[in-house]
T-cell receptor, first 113, second 114 residues
Framework: QQQVKQSPQSLIVQKGGISIINCAYE??????FPWYQQFPGKGPALLIA?????SEKKEGRFTISFNKSAKQFSLHIMDSQPGDSATYFC????????????FGQGTILTVHP | DTGVSQDPRHKITKRGQNVTFRCDPI?????LYWYRQTLGQGPEFLTY????????KSRLLSDRFSAERPKGSFSTLEIQRTEQGDSAMYLC????????????FGPGTRLLVL
């Protein structure tokens, strides 16, 4: 059962543009939603995370928007840079088994100079 | 470097052979997780430890897979009688249980079963 669905599979944007990646979840017990960034040959690294008590969280150029009623959340990368080119994964976990992350399928982002 | 380390980084084996991977977590982290990642997919949870206790195992973890964390520090993941379907990246992560509970991932061990 795929509990976290991520789209699009791949995304190409120009330098300076906005990159938007979307995720939807099914398990209403999920209460922590991190985004991970992965470069080739490396393990995933935490980018930004949100809990459902807020609708938006911003850290630098990265913003998470969260819609609890729709069970959806998204990552916005403002002023996208070539160095942002990587694979992005959304994930979710629930308090009863905190730490067991359920990941989306990933989005390959390419930012052209 | 005080991050999560994994060894080996790459392993090629023949079908039917046993393989063992090692993970060294960040020193003050008492939680340790194993995930498997296949090409084009997100990591899938396999199992996790809190100190030396294995608290949860995924249904993905067949009887051929076993994980240990004998002294609550490093962990090993063994796959017996490997199959071609076991080919994947095996990722280890560690975290604290209070304060910053972020999971920090290692670089992974890429397994190819011929």
């Amino acid at each position: 059962q795929q509990q976290v669905k991520q789209s699009p599979q791949s995304l190409i944007v120009q330098k300076g543009g906005i990159s938007i990646i979307n995720c939807a979840y099914e398990n209403t017990a999920f209460d922590y939603f991190p985004w991970y960034q992965q470069f080739p040959g490396k393990g995933p690294a935490l980018l930004i995370a949100i809990r459902p008590d807020v609708s938006e969280k911003k850290e630098g150029r990265f913003t998470i928007s969260f819609n609890k009623s729709a069970k959806q959340f998204s990552l916005h990368i403002m002023d996208s840079q070539p160095g942002d080119s990587a694979t992005y994964f959304c994930a979710a976990t629930e308090g009863t088994s905190y730490g067991k992350l359920t990941f989306g399928q990933g989005t390959i982002l390419t930012v052209h100079p | 470097d005080t991050g999560v380390s994994q060894d080996p980084r790459h392993k090629i084996t023949k079908r039917g052979q046993n393989v063992t991977f090692r993970c060294d977590p960040i020193s003050e982290h008492n939680r340790l997780y194993w995930y498997r990642q296949t090409l084009g997919q997100g990591p899938e949870f396999l199992t996790y430890f809190q100190n030396e206790a294995q608290l949860e195992k995924s249904r993905l973890l067949s009887d051929r897979f076993s994980a240990e964390r004998p002294k609550g520090s490093f962990s090993t993941l063994e796959i017996q009688r490997t199959e071609q379907g076991d080919s994947a990246m095996y990722l280890c992560a560690s975290s604290k249980t209070s304060g910053d509970e972020t999971q920090y991932f290692g670089p992974g061990t890429r397994l190819l079963v011929l």
